[in-house]
């Protein structure tokens, strides 16, 4: 390739390195609950463990992310600047996590159509003028509402136990059980995930974040002790 050919070339990530697995969020009866775990694996190996993987949005919302940590990254960046634009209006009102919502679909969208994807799997939450809104975005846009949301392994092995045991007027303390129950089976099951986890906490007053806590957990099972008894063909 020639000097000239080099800098005219635009580049592309071909595949992510360093990426987060699964987040799981609920609306619960004051407002949302998001719990995600904090590893950060390189390829197949758990390389970080003490990765952030949710945080606000303005004054309503919060936001977790599956996938390629840096790219994560560039969408805080461009919502920093969706939010001080937003702010220099200085109107008395402020993008509640419908509009961040949308505004995500439509980046992510877009990046797809350029063949430039942002490598993530996005869950907004948010709570305004006594709405509580729980959204989902791919990394090609495809986006939607539902009362409980769950990207990676989460998608399968977690929303089945939320379709089960999810209900309205859960309060707080049976929401953070119901995620810790997810959070348990993905730990089981998710080669990329480890036993420290926060949960973020999103009402009308604002948000916390808990500090970074382990689940207690029971490796005793039969079929975690011998996996492949009555498997056949297997090694």
Known sequence: MTLMNAEGSSQRT?????????????????????????GG?????????SVERMKSVGKHSVLGASGEISDFQEIL???????????????GN????????????????????????????????????????????SMIGVHYEDNHVATGFGNHLARPILRDEWKEDLSFEEGVKLLEKCMRVLLYRDRSAVNK???????????????????????????????????????
């Open 14 to 38: 071909l595949y992510p390195y360093v990426t987060g697995t699964s987040v799981v969020a609920i609306k619960y009866k004051d407002g949302i609950l998001m719990a995600a775990d904090m």
């Open 41 to 49: 694996s390189y390829g197949s190996t758990l390389r970080y463990k």
């Open 77 to 91: 960046r461009s919502l920093d600047e969706l939010i001080l634009h937003d702010n220099m209006w200085d109107d």
């Open 94 to 137: 402020s993008l509640g996590p419908k509009e961040v919502h949308n505004h995500l679909s439509r980046l992510m969208y877009g990046r797809r159509n350029k063949f430039n994807p942002l490598w993530n799997s996005l869950v907004l939450g948010g709570v305004k003028n006594g709405q509580k809104y729980l959204g989902s975005v």
């Open 197 to 235: 986890l926060q949960i973020a906490k999103l009402t009308e007053e604002g948000m916390t974040i808990s500090q970074p806590y382990s689940l207690k957990t029971f490796w005793g099972y039969g079929a975690f002790q011998n996996p492949t008894v009555g498997a056949e063909g297997s090694w």
